[in-house]
C-alpha cells in the first residue's frame, strides 16, 4: 500500500451505534489531520496530530474522539452521532516543517450516513 | 462567513483553451495559498502552491497568481485537457509551514472535448 488510506469507504450507522473510521499513512510523515467535508461545504479541518500529539482541535464535538498511536496510523472514534454527522472524513498526512509548506496528501475518504 | 471564496460552483471550457478558476479570501494575514484537485471517490491532490512574497508561480501548465491588494488568487490552466476535469480547491494558510488551511468550497471544472 502505498499513499494514505482509510478505512472503511462507507459506512453507515444509527445514532446509538460506536464506529471507529482508520487512517494508515505510508510516507513516513509525521503529522496526521481529520478534515469533515460535508455537502456544498469547504473542507472543514477537525483536528491535527504532531508526532502522535494532538496540536489542534477546531471545536469539535465529543461526539468525535481522534486516537493517534503513532505517526502512521490515527483514528477517528463516532458514538451517539447526529444525522447531521453525515458526511465525508478526509484523512491526510504531511511532514510537518519549520520552513517550506506543508504539503497534505490525502487519503480517499470515508463517506458516512448517520440514520 | 467563509474566509476562503471561490464564488463559481462550476465551470467549462472547451479542449486547447485557458481555464482559468478564482479564489477570494478576506483575512489578509493568510500567508500561503494552496490549490488542490479532487476527482471523483479520490481525495484531493495538491497542484501548486503560492507564497504572499510572490505574485506568480508557474507549474508546467498551471499558473497562480496572487494580487494581495485585492486579495485575490487564480489558477491558470492552459492547455486545458479532458483529464483536467475535476473539483479545484483553493486554501489559505495563515503561516508559510501551514497546518491550518482554510479551504474553498471548490470549483467544479469540465473541460470538454
Known sequence: ETGVTQTPRHLV??????KSLKCEQHLGHNAMYWYKQS??????????????????NNSVPSRFSPECPNSSHLFLHLHTLQPEDSALY?????????????????????RLTVL | ??????NSPSLSVQEGRISILNCDYTNSMFDYFLWYKKYPAEGPTFLISIS????????????????????????HI????????????????????????????????????
Not at chain 1, 455537502?39 to 489542534?56: G, I, R
Not at chain 2, 462567513?1 to 471561490?6: A, G, N, R, T, W
Open chain 1, 13 to 18: 450507522m444509527g445514532m446509538t451505534n460506536k
Open chain 1, 90 to 110: 478526509l484523512c491526510a498526512s504531511s511532514q510537518d516543517r519549520t520552513v517550506g509548506y506543508n504539503e497534505q496528501f490525502f487519503g480517499p475518504g470515508t
Open chain 1, 39 to 56: 455537502a456544498k461545504k469547504p473542507l472543514e479541518l477537525m483536528f491535527v496530530y504532531n508526532f502522535k500529539e494532538q496540536t489542534e
Open chain 2, 52 to 75: 504572499s512574497i510572490k505574485d506568480k508561480n508557474e507549474d508546467g501548465r498551471f499558473t497562480v497568481f496572487l494580487n494581495k491588494s485585492a486579495k485575490h488568487l487564480s489558477l
Open chain 2, 1 to 6: 462567513d467563509q474566509q476562503v471564496k471561490q
Open chain 2, 78 to 113: 492552459v492547455p486545458s485537457q479532458p483529464g483536467d476535469s475535476a473539483v479545484y480547491f483553493c486554501a489559505a494558510s495563515l503561516d508559510n509551514y501551514g497546518q491550518n488551511f482554510v479551504f474553498g468550497p471548490g470549483t467544479r471544472l469540465s473541460v470538454l472535448p
